[in-house]
């Protein structure tokens, strides 16, 4: 063997103990993610390789905005194009890469506490001309003034199997609802979620791809110093993360409910892997005008529970394909739509230049 090839095998295996991935078994996922809101359009493609201290995530994104809105949605979306991101908990760095232009930057895992100075005053110029455009709104948006008349979660299966991307798979339907009234304004509203999951039964190599995903996911969180047990599952099912995004952009005008029953309805979904969601986000709002509402009325002409439920009824018996005309007057349109694909998920061995940039990275200041 040549004193090259010597030296070469050497540098790999080096890197591999620094690393943490001598032949290290990890899992690999393949995923496609299209959110909807009413000012853009995200989607993405995503190659995850993982192992128990190292992830690579190769994006192929692209954010389309409309609008003054969009223009600062896009400021909370990664850059478009061909990117990777490697975490390397053991080393605690971050390395961002641009695989077109093939450049590579590190930087350190910062912790929360750490961090979000920084980034708070770089979002703070971008949020400053925006907020002052919805201050007007910030009295119907008072949080404090908000009465729960009604919550509504439950978890349906309804006995349809098919065979998505090579998975065997079950279909479940989440409905979801709260009504509110603000009890200063007398506004009253209604937010509704419509979710199809497509649920694989969990296989040993499932559960133990969905292991290596929980075990990484949570000491990542350590290392930023955040104290929470995920339920990656509730999360992804929910839209957690899109309503994040709807509610930074928009002021804080939408938000995630916190319904009682979710624990005991979700139990259903125990057992399962989630290969499909498709969910749709539903907000009706009244306007209610000076001096015609008091605590407890309803505006004339506002749409009731039983209208929307019926609407969205209708919603569900078309996707479980009992038949309904459509009415122009009965159609709801979301204020958000977000739709997540498994392609592909397999258990496989992980090795350095599976994960690694093939150039040099510099340090990021």
Do not use: H
């Not at 409309?66 to 991101?85: I, V, Y």
């Not at 053991?90 to 232009?101: C, G, I, N």
């Not at 000491?219 to 104290?227: A, I, N, P, Q």
Request: proline share 2%; with cysteine; charged share 30%.
């Amino acid at each position: 063997m040549s004193k090259k090839a010597i030296t070469f095998i050497l540098c790999a295996f080096l890197i591999s103990v620094q690393f943490g991935l001598a032949n290290a078994q990890g899992l690999k996922k393949q995923t496609r993610t299209k959110v909807t809101f009413g000012f853009g359009t995200y989607l993405a493609e995503e190659v995850v390789k993982m192992t128990g201290d190292v992830k690579r995530t190769e994006s192929d994104a692209e954010f389309k905005g409309k609008g003054l809105t969009g223009k600062l949605a896009g400021k909370f979306f990664a850059k478009s194009g061909e990117t990777a991101e490697v975490l390397n908990l053991a080393e605690e760095k971050v390395y961002q890469v641009d695989t077109k232009d093939k450049k590579c930057r590190v930087r350190p895992i910062v912790k929360m506490s750490d961090s979000v100075e920084v980034a708070m005053n770089r979002a703070k110029e971008a949020m400053q001309s925006w907020q002052q455009e919805r201050e007007k709104y910030s009295e119907l948006q008072d949080s404090s003034q908000i009465e729960i008349i009604e919550t509504v979660f439950r978890v349906q299966n309804m006995d349809e199997s098919k065979k998505v991307n090579g998975f065997d798979s079950e279909k479940f339907w989440i409905d979801a609802y709260t009504r509110w009234q603000n009890k200063q304004t007398g506004q009253t509203g209604t937010d509704s979620m419509s979710i199809i999951a497509r649920m694989t039964p969990l296989s040993d190599d499932i559960q133990q791809a969905q292991q290596i995903e929980m075990d990484f996911n949570q000491k990542y969180m350590e290392k930023l110093g955040v104290d929470v047990q995920l339920n990656e599952m509730k999360e992804s099912l929910l839209g957690g993360k899109w309503f994040d995004m709807l509610q930074q952009v928009q002021g804080g005008s939408a938000a995630v409910p916190d319904y009682e029953d979710v624990g005991d309805e979700m139990k259903q979904l125990e057992g399962y892997y989630p290969i499909v969601i498709d969910g749709k986000y539903y907000p009706v709002r009244s306007t209610p005008k000076s001096g015609e509402m008091s605590e407890g009325q309803e505006e004339e002409g506002v749409k009731d529970m039983s209208d929307v439920q019926g609407k969205l009824g209708g919603l569900a018996k078309g996707l479980f394909g009992k038949k309904k005309k459509d009415k122009k007057e009965d159609k709801l349109e979301p204020a958000f739509s977000f739709y997540s694909e498994t392609r592909k998920l397999e258990l496989t061995n992980i090795t350095a230049s599976d994960l690694l940039p093939a150039y040099d990275c510099e340090e990021m200041k």
